[in-house]
């Protein structure tokens, strides 16, 4: 082993009854008795011990080169982490992940990788937009570059959900509504495009409209009065001149208030199965469910998918409605993951109280351990302009200092010609608030909720805050975590430590779900049940490498359980020290 001076706590599940000794290493892993954890002196052990605290000290082997040389290829380090980590070190790290909306603007593989490159963490594919052969293609483009070029970049597709929308008339580019002009809003259905008529997607999108009500695009990029009914068509004004996006998103108000319309709707439409099932049959990493209005139908989607796949494939639900905030919880409980959608969220609730609200589920998000993605508008200038207002950068570092795991561009990377300035600016933004945050010793202060309900995951829980405080405490390098479905990865992301956490699996679903979470960089291992070869094996790579050098001090914790027959479950706290 190539390091000296190791501190572990080794926590033991009760698998089977007899104690399991481990003369050879130094290290006892005993069992977690039924009557509690307690704690044992070094050098001494006893029967009903569950916690020891030993010293392990370890020296360079002589053959360190032969080893290394079978070692070749087992950290799956994706390349744009490895160059991260040898310009800026450990705590150079980036911690909040970025999402960015594929569109034509960068759907070539060359625009692909720039991305890839300038620090794209999940690709997602918005299916109100594009056709099946163009998604298939992205998808297919993204996996290339990721097995041919070493990146590691996930594919989430997000659903159009049941709303009524623009239809789309394969135009990329936006039409530009001026003041006073006149549109007709129709939904008869038609080939191409018609001057100043607009297709709606829904049939009785206008059953129930009234004389004098608006219509609302985008939330708010324009806005029409109806002017006069014709049958089922409506002839609007335009009041608020704006652009008129593809697939651009209607909502109607009255005297103020929103005319609920998509109420009507089912959760999840016709096309949303279809488009489920291109994406579970194409391997996508996650699933984003639009207007989500409660708990049944996260369940309902994700006992779908176990049932169609045998990949885990995340659900991030989205909260763009006030119905989704009145059972926030629930939702949050019943997901992977979750997305606010300002936009559409901002057309249901008053302006003034998204930025509470953003809080809030950002903050429910930790509580109940689900990433959280803060999307929409973040630099929505940046669709036209190659500068952002100083305002959307205080919106993004806003973002930061709520601990997000994850910011998302949508039009600006997905039809704005400066995509990867706009990823340029949250990169930069998100780093520089971060390096604030840990200088500042933000760190601290979240009241966790306990999520555990069995004794092991009540110690697993304990064991990640544990191991969160003690790396900001001692001021290590580094966490590493090996873990076969990532469940302590995430449990330490949550606690939001200083160290970068590096998560070491060998599920390649798991690698791919951590790519969502705040400060975990995820590598493709081979794992074994001998987790003192495991963490040997992978220092020794990751030193010839150069990407850690002697000195530096990694806390490790693990919950690998051994798959032999003679099962222990061991969950453990490790201090390496590098020599």
Not at 359 to 374: A, F, G, M
Not at 503 to 527: E, H, I, K
């Amino acid at each position: 082993m190539a390091v000296a001076g190791d501190l572990a706590l080794k926590f033991g599940g009760m698998i089977k009854k007899e104690a399991a000794i481990d003369f050879k290493n130094g290290v006892f892993g005993v069992p977690i008795s039924s009557h509690g954890v307690c704690v044992n002196h070094t050098r001494k052990l006893r029967t009903a011990g569950g916690v020891q605290a030993v010293m392990q000290v370890g020296v360079e082997s002589a053959e360190i080169s032969k080893k290394l040389k079978n070692l070749e290829g087992v950290v799956g380090f994706d390349v744009v982490s490895e160059v991260e980590l040898r310009e800026k070190g450990f705590l150079g790290l980036r911690k909040t992940k970025l999402v960015c909306t594929i569109g034509p603007a960068c759907c070539s593989i060359d625009d692909l990788e720039k991305l890839a490159v300038g620090g794209m963490n999940v690709a997602r594919l918005n299916m109100c937009h594009n056709s099946r052969e163009w998604h298939q293609d992205v998808i297919r483009k993204i996996k290339k570059l990721n097995e041919e070029k070493g990146y590691c970049v996930s594919v989430m597709i997000d659903t159009e959900g049941s709303q009524i929308f623009v239809v789309d008339h394969g135009a990329p580019s936006s039409v530009k509504a001026e003041d006073g002009s006149i549109w007709v809003f129709t939904n008869e259905k038609f080939e191409g495009s018609r001057p100043f008529t607009i297709q709606a997607s829904y049939e009785g999108f206008s059953e129930g409209i009234k004389l004098g009500d608006e219509i609302v695009f985008d939330g708010g990029m324009a806005t029409f009065e109806v002017v006069e009914k014709v049958g089922y068509d409506l002839r609007c004004k335009c009041t608020d001149p704006g652009l008129l996006l593809p697939r651009a998103k209607l909502s109607f108000w009255r005297d103020g208030k929103l005319v609920e319309k998509n109420n009507e709707l089912p959760t999840l439409s016709t096309k949303d199965w279809s488009d489920i099932d291109f994406g579970i049959s194409e391997g996508v990493d996650f699933i984003a469910m639009s207007f989500v209005n409660d708990a049944d139908s996260v369940t309902h989607l994700k006992n779908y998918i176990a049932s169609k796949s045998s990949k885990s494939i995340k659900v991030l639900a989205k909260i763009e409605s006030k119905e989704a905030l009145h059972k926030l919880e629930e939702i949050v409980d019943a997901s992977d993951g979750i997305m606010i959608a300002r936009g559409d969220l901002g057309v249901e609730i008053p302006l003034e109280q998204i930025p509470t609200v953003q809080e809030e589920i950002t903050y429910i998000c930790r509580q109940l351990n689900k990433p959280v993605v803060v999307a929409s508008q973040l630099l929505e200038s940046m669709v036209e302009f190659p500068t952002p207002t100083r305002a959307e950068v205080a919106d993004v570092s806003e973002a930061v200092r709520q601990y997000a795991d994850a910011l998302m561009l949508s039009g600006e990377s997905a039809i704005g010609p400066f995509g990867e300035k706009a990823l340029s600016v949250l990169r930069m933004t998100s780093s520089r608030m971060e390096l604030w945050s840990r200088e500042e010793s933000r760190q601290n202060g979240l009241f966790q909720h306990n999520l555990a309900a069995s004794l092991p995951d009540q110690i697993a829980e304990q064991i990640c805050s544990s191991a969160a405080v003690m790396a900001n405490n001692l001021g290590l390098d580094a966490i590493f975590v090996y873990t076969r479905h990532g469940q302590m990865a995430s449990l330490i992301s949550r606690n939001r430590p200083n160290p970068p956490i590096f998560a070491f699996t060998n599920d390649s679903s798991t690698r791919m779900a951590l790519n969502l979470q705040w400060g975990v960089t995820p590598l493709m291992v081979d794992l074994s049940d001998d987790m003192e070869a495991n963490i040997s094996k992978s220092i020794d790579l990751i030193k010839v490498k150069g990407l850690i050098k002697n000195g530096d001090t990694v806390l490790i914790v693990s919950d690998i359980i051994p798959t032999t027959t003679t099962q222990t479950v061991f969950q453990s706290i490790q201090v390496k020290t590098i020599e």
